[in-house]
């Protein structure tokens, strides 16, 4: 190998320095979560206690967090498993290059790039002149689609661009039904990228906020909650609650990450190549 | 009949249905009831059906309704131009100069593993960061670079384009690192060997084949910057405004008809915005 050159030391300083703009501030929550009782939104740390932490198990202290936390992870596991289906039908669907797909396309690029606020407020809208009573499992739910469908779509497009057909055309050699080489065939390929959609499925709806704004009714989601408290808490307890949130999203990628790699891992034990063009 | 049910196009509607439904019940029909009731009226308490251009007049006979709009352009393009710059850099390290696959990917996670966690707290946890009292102020106090605190870190502009940069360099890192791996390497391995240097291939070579990745990052931080209000909520402690928190505002005060019409001028200058950048790519090429 050739030695590294000057460029290549500036551009990884340059690169560590990026990493820890992004994870900085999130590590120095962490800490000031930890504050003492007496302790304030920023240093110096006065005491070190699990005080604020305490706080978030106690009802009335800070609103209703695990009514919340328990809401949003229903919404994100009904979105989740909604986004994998519909897309990796979206995806196969549009392999047939059917007539109006370029129309779809265009939609679903405009879901994507429609400011959050107007779902939410079209949405709003909609229950409230029908007389229907918005709620995080309806309309909430169909405003988070808007925004975890698009990125399950553009993922499995991106899947199926490189996928071989010639294993399809195998097993329809050997006489399997259309179903048959979807079901044995075609979703056994794709499975680790399915992990990928549904990460992005759950997570994208888990931290939502903008598009459940006006959709989720009387009864919030944790991102709601949060910003409900960034106006008018002011301890660190917010630190602590940040902390906790995201702690718990760490966990949910690891999750995700491990498993795709674990199936990544058992294909490729399986002695067959598949798949393995789409990193 | 038959040949009819195998056809593509039938096969192709009934797998994109769901789509279909969703898209057309929580995004269409969404834009058009917009339409329809920025033409209403609005009382303190509920709003009226007419067909009044009485919303528009407003908005448009406003000077608060330009400042508001330059604004968002301002956030725009600033964020923009930081994003781009920022995100080609890492893109650029990442694929360039990273040499082992493994090193590549694991690196690119580290990247975008804060994009799967929550926005609004990655906004709070810069208040220890830019506070009166905060970490930025401490250290520039006792590096003597100032005498007493500096009031404009948080709450300012500022503090608005900083967020905006730690939410969505993403947006750039990945399309771009994206472009750039399909990069065919003897390409540049040709222009080495013809003699150029290493900043003549990343102007002649890298940057015109990175092109497609730069403008969808370019697509995503315009949008999501343009559509935005909470960010510009929480770090301007509601000292700044951009059309996003025009719209939030009408809707706290109940004044439907006003946001929806400012929703509509908003989402047509985005349209329109993302049309003219749609000229320089196709999406689907590039997935």
């Known amino acids: 190998m050739e030695p590294r050159s000057r460029s290549f030391y500036v551009l990884a300083t340059f690169f560590a320095l990026f ?28 005491g070190v206690s699990l005080h604020w932490f305490h706080d978030l198990f106690e009802q009335q202290a800070v609103g209703d967090i695990w009514g919340s936390f328990s809401r949003s992870l229903t919404l994100g596991l009904m979105v989740m498993v909604t986004t994998v289906v519909v897309s990796v039908m979206g995806g196969l669907a549009f392999r047939k290059r059917f007539f109006g797909s370029g129309l ?29 009573t918005v709620h995080w499992a309806t309309s909430g739910f169909g405003s988070q689609l808007t925004w975890t469908l698009p990125f399950g779509l553009l993922i499995m497009f991106a899947v199926f661009n490189r996928f071989d057909k010639s294993y399809e055309e195998a097993a329809r050699d050997q006489g399997a039904s259309n179903w048959q080489t979807v079901r044995h065939v075609v979703l056994p390929i794709i499975a680790p990228s399915l992990i990928g959609v549904a990460l ?11 598009r459940t704004l006006l959709t989720a009714g009387s009864y919030n989601t944790l991102p709601l909650e949060i910003y409900g408290m960034t106006t008018n808490v002011t301890t660190p307890v917010l630190f602590a609650l940040g902390t906790m949130t995201t702690v718990f999203s760490f966990l949910v990628i690891a999750v995700f990450l491990i498993t795709a790699k674990l199936m990544n891992r058992r294909q490729d034990r399986a002695g067959s190549d598949a798949g393995s063009g789409s990193v | 009949m038959d040949r009819f049910l195998r056809s593509r196009t039938l096969t192709g509607w009934a797998l994109i249905s769901p789509v279909a439904v969703v898209l057309i019940c929580f995004l269409i029909l969404p834009i058009i009831v917009i339409a329809i009731v920025s033409f209403w009226q609005a009382t303190e308490f509920s709003i009226i059906p007419a067909f009044s251009w009485e919303n528009y007049d407003f908005l448009f006979g406003s000077p608060v309704t330009y400042r508001v709009f330059l604004n968002t352009f301002k956030y725009a393009v600033i964020t ?87 939410l969505y360099t993403l947006f750039m890192v990945v399309p771009i690192f994206n ?30 084949l990175t092109k497609p990745g730069i403008m969808i990052g370019t697509i995503f931080v315009v949008t999501l910057v343009m559509g935005d209000f909470i960010t510009v909520r929480i770090m301007s402690g509601s000292q700044s405004a951009n059309v996003g928190r025009l719209i939030s505002n009408d809707i706290g005060l109940l004044q439907y008809p006003s946001a929806a019409a400012t929703a509509v001028v908003l989402l047509i200058t985005v349209l ?8 320089f790519v196709d999406i689907r090429k590039e997935l």
């Not at chain 1, 992005?200 to 903008?210: K, M, P, Q």
């Not at chain 2, 472009?179 to 390497?185: A, Q």
């Not at chain 2, 915005?273 to 000229?279: C, G, K, N, P, Q």
């Open chain 1, 19 to 46: 990493v820890l703009f992004l994870y900085g501030p999130t590590l120095t929550i962490a800490v000031l979560s930890f504050q003492g009782p007496s302790g304030g939104l920023t240093f110096p740390m006065r």
């Open chain 2, 179 to 208: 472009t750039m791996m399909r990069i065919d390497k003897s390409l540049i391995e040709a222009a080495r060997d013809a003699g150029a240097t290493g900043a003549q291939i990343l102007w002649n070579v890298i940057i015109p």
């Open chain 2, 272 to 279: 329109i915005t993302i049309a003219i950048l749609l000229r």
């Open chain 1, 200 to 210: 992005f499925g759950f997570t994208l709806s888990y931290d939502e906020f903008a």
């Open chain 2, 80 to 166: 923009w131009a930081l994003t781009l710059a920022i995100g080609f850099t890492v893109a650029y390290f990442l694929a360039f100069h990273v040499r082992t696959l493994t090193w590549q990917i694991t690196l690119f996670l580290l990247c975008t593993i804060p994009f799967w966690t929550s926005n609004i707290i990655r906004m709070i946890s810069w208040i220890p960061f830019l506070g009166r009292n905060g970490i930025a102020n401490s250290a520039l106090m006792s590096w003597g670079v100032i005498d007493e605190p500096v009031e404009w870190l948080l709450f300012s502009d500022f503090a608005v384009i900083l967020a905006f940069v730690h």
């Open chain 1, 104 to 132: 779809v396309f265009q939609l679903i690029i405009t879901s994507l790039v429609i400011p959050s606020i107007l779902v939410s407020l079209g949405v709003g809208l909609i229950f409230s002149q029908l007389g229907f």
